[in-house]
């Protein structure tokens, strides 16, 4: 997430230099259709999100080879009045989202920035921003409060390289208010001073608990 206001997500994709225009398919298609979807990927499916990492042909398609399912990206809307109730579809991009995943975005390109390393001057990489149009979550992984249980959704992430992670413990934090005290006060920082031996503040501990 780049900001809430408006809601904007970057991606940034390597450049492909064994294609002509040096982009791989996923950045060539964003910039040729002008939307995309993202989809959190949790641990059910973690092995068939993998799949798509494969460098295939660009005529070969990575939904064949993952096993995953389209969804179309689209949302209804329903309009009551008192003499008839109005359904309106709208589509926000032509792009399908992957069903499987209970959290995905529907996006449309906001911007694109060429990234050049200069120490080559050569165009490695491009940077996608996309305007969030519409958010899908499914139901099963909300909270009583409306808000997405993060045990629920089991999301990993991509640390580099093959490796994956899960997701670890979760804290929270109060954000302090400003007094001019603070800077003279020592406790300001107390998870700095009561670290354990793991270098875990008490913070996490209590998390772990």
């Not at 092995?47 to 389209?70: F, K, M, Y």
């Not at 990234?115 to 899908?136: E, F, Q, R, S, W």
Request: proline share 7%.
């Amino acid at each position: 997430m780049v900001t809430g206001n408006p809601p904007v997500v970057s991606i940034g994709v390597l450049h492909n230099t064994k294609t002509p225009s040096g982009l791989k398919d996923t950045a060539a298609n964003i910039l040729a259709t002008k939307g995309f979807t993202v989809n959190l990927i949790s641990e059910p499916f973690v092995h068939n999100a993998n799949a798509c990492s494969v460098e295939a042909p660009a005529d070969v398609s990575e939904w064949d080879l993952s096993g995953l399912t389209r969804a179309p990206s689209v949302r209804t809307c329903t309009y009551h009045n008192p003499h008839r109730t109005h359904t309106i579809l709208q589509v926000h991009v032509s792009a399908p989202r992957v069903l499987e995943s209970a959290f995905a975005l529907e996006c449309m390109l906001f911007a694109s920035h060429e990234i050049t390393n200069p120490a080559t001057d050569t165009v490695t990489t491009t940077l996608i921003l996309g305007l969030v149009k519409a958010v899908h979550v499914r139901k099963d992984m909300l909270t009583s409060r409306g808000l997405v249980d993060p045990s629920r959704l089991r999301a990993v992430g991509k640390m580099g390289d093959i490796t994956f992670a899960r997701q670890g413990a979760m804290f929270r934090i109060p954000r302090p208010d400003w007094t001019p005290e603070m800077v003279r006060e020592a406790a300001f920082h107390p998870a700095m001073k009561r670290q354990s031996e793991e270098g875990e503040g008490p913070e996490l501990q209590r998390a772990k608990r």
